[in-house]
């Protein structure tokens, strides 16, 4: 049988287990909040690709009670609740979707995180086309909902696409870094793109 790396027990995984987390990738959100200060109490939070849930079990302890979290996928987030907590689930790549979000937004996030990635296929440029595609979607969403000052993370796959992406993001952020998480896995292309100080439009 052939060995899937993404199935290997490491040690995030069992980190995660042992503490309550939904997915390993809580331990990436907790690393870039830590390095850049994306989340804090009062916030509210749109985290795109939200399941299983790791990244708003972190996005919620965060902002506490003050602040909220609206989260979307199509997959189902379960055993997560509370008042300040909106689950979507939908496709974010069809209308229907983006308008509740927007309803959902009641004015506007501080700040927009997308974990969203494809299914992956293995043929490279297959993956970083279709990650480029989602992470462009969370970018508009975030264009129509950031606050100014508001920041943006967003995960991509590397590729050709990347150094326009970035270009793009540049003339809407105060300050955009491509960064590889701890808990990114080694053999991973995917990278986090952090843009922070959303520009005021003009
Ligand atoms: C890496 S997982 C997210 C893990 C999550 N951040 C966590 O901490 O548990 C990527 C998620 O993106 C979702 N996704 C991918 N494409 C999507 C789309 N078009 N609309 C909504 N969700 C999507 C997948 O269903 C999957 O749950």
Redo the contacts with the bound molecule.
Sequence with gaps: MAHNPYKRKDSYYLKAKQEGY??R??YK?IELNQKYKLLKKGYSVL??????????QVALSLVETTGCVVA????VIEGISGDNFTFIQ????KAE?ITAVLQAANGSFNAVLS????KTTGIKLKDHVGSIE?ATVALEIAKNTLKAGGSFLV?IFDGEDRPAYLKSLKTLFREVRTIRPDATRKESYEMYVVAIGKLPQV
């Design positions: 939904k997915s990738a809580a959100l985290d795109c690709g939200a399941a299983p849930g790791g990244w708003t979307v996928d199509y997959e939908g496709d974010m790549l979707t974990d969203m990635a494809p989602l995960k």
